[in-house]
């Protein structure tokens, strides 16, 4: 039996998307290097001799580990961070075990589990002007708990006393952290990373902390001690990580501030410009954001999610539907801030007029 359905259809919106002529405002995109935003320099090093490292060359996490403030040796390199998800369900689960994903998030948990004949078990965020960590049903097959810190597209960061929680189930926890350098304020109750910590896996890579998708680098921050020889011997088999790339990543971690500056800049501009449009008496609202590439926003119930993803692509602007996400209740649309601002600004009020 396969392990994905590659049988399905293109639902209603792809379909919108295939038919439309017209031009739309593009408040879905989540590629960088699409928005005009300066990035570091992206010319990389000939690697004549190959010289491979299974857990990586020592420069590049050198470099990963000074970026995280931890040891190069607890550092593994990956292609992405998805493929770092993939070697983590191979080293924690067996086919038909579980890990624990939260609810809502980004929908890729359910392929990545699927493709390592492992189920994702949803664990609840529960929003009550801020996402908080809500139930966790762990079950005798369960072997790790997935966050998102901040949440995609939540933008909720784990909090000091979530943390403690999750530790408190003895379970391995994967913490996807690929937005921790983006947040909207500060908050002292914020555990900003759980690089080095006991227990924990933390992932990152350049695609977001430099915005350079296409040179595919990530890593795996590996808190056990006895994890990294389970590691090693799994990137050794497939030794993915190209050497131009890994000679060069101290040189483009360097060159991240000047991305994430500008991006930094363009969020909160993008975020004013969206809380202004909503007026006195507006049937929208805007969830408070701590951060990330993302904003939710809470629609009128009188039509479904996809009714007003289409009738906005109609009006010419693109959004996600919520249930894209998997949101329990509610009727939410998901827009990206990484337009540029006069973009951004185009497409919302094209919603705005729409939603009113």
């Avoid at 966790?136 to 995609?152: D, M």
Wanted: charged share 20%.
């Amino acid at each position: 039996m396969s392990r994905l359905d590659f049988s399905a259809s293109h639902n209603a919106i792809a379909k919108a998307i295939a038919a439309r002529r017209e031009p739309y405002v593009d408040l879905t995109v989540s590629n960088p290097t699409a928005v005009g935003l300066p990035l570091p320099d992206v010319q990389l090093p000939r690697a004549p001799v190959y010289a491979p490292d299974p857990r990586g060359l020592p420069q590049a996490r050198e470099a990963i580990g000074a970026y995280h403030g931890v040891a190069a040796d607890r550092v593994i390199l990956t292609a992405s961070t998805s493929e770092a998800y993939s070697w983590l369900f191979k080293l924690l689960c067996a086919p038909g075990d579980e890990v624990l994903v939260p609810q809502p998030s980004y929908p890729l948990f359910d392929d990545l589990t699927a493709l390592e004949s492992v189920r994702a078990m949803p664990y609840p965020l529960r929003w009550d002007g801020e996402w908080h960590l809500d139930s966790l049903p762990v079950t005798a097959r369960t072997r790790a708990i997935l966050v998102v810190n901040p949440g995609n597209p939540t933008g909720a960061y784990l909090k000091k006393d979530e943390f403690s929680r999750l530790a408190a189930t003895g379970l391995p926890i994967i913490s996807d952290e690929v937005f921790a350098d983006f947040p909207a304020f500060d908050d002292a109750r914020r555990v900003r990373t759980l690089a080095g910590l006991p227990g924990t896996f933390a992932l990152s890579g350049l695609s977001k902390v430099a915005g350079l998708p296409q040179l595919k680098l990530g890593w795996i921050v590996a808190g056990p001690e006895q994890a990294l020889n389970g590691l090693e011997r799994i990137a050794d088999t497939y030794l993915s990580v190209s050497s131009p790339v890994q000679l060069a990543a101290s040189v483009l971690l360097e060159g991240r501030h000047i991305f994430q500056r500008a991006l930094n800049f363009r969020l909160a501009q993008n975020r004013s410009t969206l809380q202004a449009a909503r007026g006195p008496g507006s049937p929208w609202d805007v969830l408070r954001s701590e951060g990330g590439w993302s904003a939710i926003l809470s629609v009128p119930r009188s039509r479904s999610e996809e009714e007003w993803t289409l009738a906005l692509l109609e009006a010419g602007v693109l959004v996600h539907p919520g249930y894209f996400f998997d949101f329990p209740s509610g009727a939410f649309v998901v827009l990206s801030l990484l337009p540029e601002p006069a973009e951004f600004a185009r497409g919302v009020a094209i919603l705005r007029a729409v939603l009113r």
